[in-house]
């Protein structure tokens, strides 16, 4: 039957042998590390400026520190885990490598033709984004299968060798196969690769029956596209990654988080490098589900804000809403459907604005606009010292008082005022503003284009923004946080202990897991149900040795069914969980569980229409690991006061005299009252004139914001 119950074991524990777990968060401007020693619950945090010319070099000097700090060397590693916006970057910046495509005859230009669906219907210029791969190097070949699977015509073998030699003389490095419905019949793909290995050895070949097993041949087609372009470049990174950690003593496999908030071994994520396109926001949405279970909330927005860029996702009753289609490289950044589409399972979240490197500059209309360009890590804000002049939203947040100067990084890092406060009066003179306005008017803007974007997100959702509470992470979150969930009309923010480093932490507390689909088309009946379950085994199957191989123990792996379903005749689909255990008749209990998700989602399901099941999904997972996220732990007690500094509120209308404090110092139960600052290594939370705050036993800081309900 199409559900079946989990294999469900107790959680590993640790015995002998290695004890601390490693993760590793590369971001556009900073690389985050979190270690952490198992039996004790001991955690070490690192936050080093990213070098965006050799990623690895980070990871490497980020590695060396920590190690040193918590006097452990390589070996004593159990598990290494990395995020990396790697892939998401050489797709943006279009930095592939060369890339060809191997199609069924008269349907080389389904990857440039796309959808028939307009994303701006009334544009009549309308822009599309440019394939990946160019025309010349789009080749087909004569072969077909009927949608059941059968073979109208085998693949021509003699055709098919030809464009591998010609392929080979065009010194490509990767090439993507994608035959019509291939997803049932993946043999000719397979044969394809074949001949490909024999006349291009050492060529990286991605077919499209296992990157992206689904029914749609565009999305498919770009999706495995896609894959192909980034996979030499995954691999060369992953290989010389670990090959550093083994110089440190680290042996053991390299795990990856994966966009749909699994991780994988670095093996698995090198064929699949698409899997990898969120693999560090995801994280930090995971770290916010399992800080709200910690302390009993479901309903939570999780707000990263980091150095280039601002995430959000909705927790709904402690439940991240998972996604099978996602976009990459949108022509046009907030318009959907005009990116190049993936089908591959993430957890939903939008971008909502600029992170702390974005550049304030003047806009096309004469006015100041904030990003989305950012100054990244190199050259970095002005005030980072670094060769930076433009003005960005970390120079105006240390200019309205926000950051202290001398102590950014924990002192390690020293800011420019002076740099900060020129780059400014620069624009300032540009716009015809005095300075002072100008760098408010750079902590407005950008934080309306947060509010806005989460404001769409969540209505979309059909949500009230009110019944959540916002948990703010990332170098920038707890700093923005107060001035966002005013604009939502939120009471609550919750800054987690680590703020700064929380996405790497999500890392270690995810599960092992991978996400398989097929799509297996047919009317929703006793028969199918039989046959779709060969299909459920497969994959099953697939998930038990792909886990095993990452050392987890066979009595221990869990699996959990879905499908993607509609009424028949409908185009879209509902995916939906199916149940451990169905009683009755499995149909009708199947149906049962469909309508009531198709009710939940539209309001109204017709329980006399035929219902078809699309595609068969399992994810296949292993426990999910605790872990603390609190690099300092102390008994209770109030805080002290470290100073004092002019800050400033848009809400009062100026600068104030706002309490600093040292965030290592609070103790579960503190409270205070605001304004106040507080500062940590890794970030800098802010609480608003009219607001208290408090600690609670995790050592979260939660702030009453004071708002009406």
């Known amino acids: 039957m199409l559900a079946r119950e989990d294999r469900r074991a107790p959680t590993r524990t640790t015995g002998s042998g290695p004890e601390h777990v490693l993760g590793i968060d590369i971001g556009g401007t900073f690389t985050d590390f979190v270690l952490c020693h198992v039996p004790t619950g ?13 990623h690895a070099r980070a990871v490497r000097d980020g590695l060396a520190e920590l190690t040193r700090r918590a006097g452990v060397t390589g070996a004593d590693l159990e598990v290494v885990i990395h995020g990396t916006t790697l892939i998401t970057n050489a797709l943006l910046e279009r930095k592939g490598v060369a890339t060809a495509l191997v199609a069924t005859d008269g349907h080389r230009d389904v990857l440039e033709i796309g959808s028939e669906i307009r994303y701006d219907t009334y544009d009549l210029h309308l822009e599309r984004p440019e394939p990946l791969v160019a025309r ?3 080749h087909q070949v004569p072969e077909r299968c009927f949608p059941s699977g059968e073979v109208l015509t085998p693949l021509d073998e003699t055709a098919m060798r030809d464009i591998a030699r010609e392929l080979a003389k065009a010194n490509v490095e990767a090439v993507a196969v994608c035959f019509l419905h291939s997803f049932v019949n993946p043999h000719h793909e397979q044969r394809a690769r074949a001949i490909l290995n024999e006349a291009m050895p050492g060529v990286a070949v991605s077919l499209s029956s296992e990157v992206a097993p689904e029914i749609r041949e565009y999305p498919r087609m770009s999706t495995t596209v896609a894959n192909a372009y980034v996979q030499p470049i995954a691999e060369r990174y992953l290989l010389r990654l670990h090959a550093d950690l083994a ?7 390299l795990y990856m988080m994966l966009s749909s908030g699994g991780i994988a071994t670095h093996d698995t994520a090198a064929r699949f490098p698409i899997r990898l396109i969120e693999s560090g926001p995801v994280a930090g949405a995971l770290a916010t589900v399992t800080l709200g279970q910690r302390m009993g909330r479901g309903n939570l927005i999780a707000f990263d804000m980091g150095g280039t860029t601002a995430k959000a996702s909705l927790i709904d009753g402690g439940t991240l809403t998972a996604g099978k289609e996602f976009e990459v490289a949108r022509v046009k950044r907030f318009k959907k459907g005009s990116g190049l589409p993936l089908q591959v399972p993430v957890i939903e979240m939008i971008e909502i604005g600029a992170g702390g490197g974005s550049v304030a500059r003047r806009g096309d209309m004469g006015l100041l606009k904030v990003g989305p360009e950012s100054a990244g890590a190199d050259p970095g804000p002005a005030c980072y010292g670094l060769g930076g002049t433009e003005p960005t939203v970390t120079d105006a947040d240390l200019l309205l008082g926000y950051l202290d100067p001398d102590n950014f990084l924990g002192g390690t890092m020293k800011l420019d005022v002076a740099a900060a406060r020129s780059a400014v009066e620069g624009l300032a003179a540009k716009l015809d503003v005095a300075p002072d306005r ?14 806005a974007a989460a404001k769409v997100h969540i209505s979309e959702r059909g949500r009230d923004a009110r019944r959540y509470a916002l948990v703010a992470f990332g170098g920038m979150g707890p700093m923005h946080a107060h001035a966002v969930a005013t604009g939502l009309k939120l009471r609550e923010v919750i800054c987690p202990a680590s703020a700064g480093v929380l996405s790497a932490w999500g890392m270690l507390v995810a599960p092992i897991s991978f996400e398989y689909g097929r799509s297996f088309v047919g009317a929703l009946s006793g028969g199918f ?22 050392g987890v123990p066979e009595n221990e792996i869990r699996y959990q069914r879905s499908a993607d379903m509609r009424y028949v005749g409908q185009y879209r689909e509902l995916t939906v969980p199916l149940p451990d255990k169905l009683e009755g008749d499995p149909v009708t209990a199947i149906r049962k569980v469909f309508f009531e998700h198709y009710r939940r989602a539209y309001g109204h399901a017709h329980t006399d229409v ?7 999904r399992l994810v296949a997972s292993s426990p999910q690991r605790s872990l603390s996220n609190r690099a300092v732990a102390a008994p209770g007690g109030q805080p002290t006061k470290k100073r004092q500094r002019q800050i400033y509120f848009d809400a009062v209308g100026g600068y104030v005299p706002a309490d600093v404090y040292d965030r290592y110092e609070l103790r579960p139960g503190a409270t205070l009252d605001g304004p106040a600052v507080l500062e940590e290594r890794e970030s800098t939370a802010v609480v608003p004139p009219g607001a208290r705050a408090r600690i609670d036993d995790e050592l979260n800081l939660i702030i009453d914001l004071g708002l009406e309900a």
Not at 247 to 253: A, E, F, L, N, V
Not at 438 to 451: C, P, Q, S, T
């Open 247 to 253: 110089t440190s003593g680290y042996t053991r496999p």
């Open 610 to 616: 035929e219902v078809q099941v699309v595609t068969c």
């Open 42 to 54: 001991n955690v070490w945090l690192a936050k080093h400026l990213t070098t965006p010319d050799d």
């Open 529 to 550: 149900l039989e046959r779709a379950e060969a299909v459920f085994a497969e994959m099953q199957a697939d998930g038990a040795r792909m886990l095993t191989e990452a």
């Open 136 to 138: 010349p190097l789009r």
């Open 438 to 451: 100008l760098v408010r008017g750079i902590f407005e803007v950008v934080n309306a284009n947060m509010i």
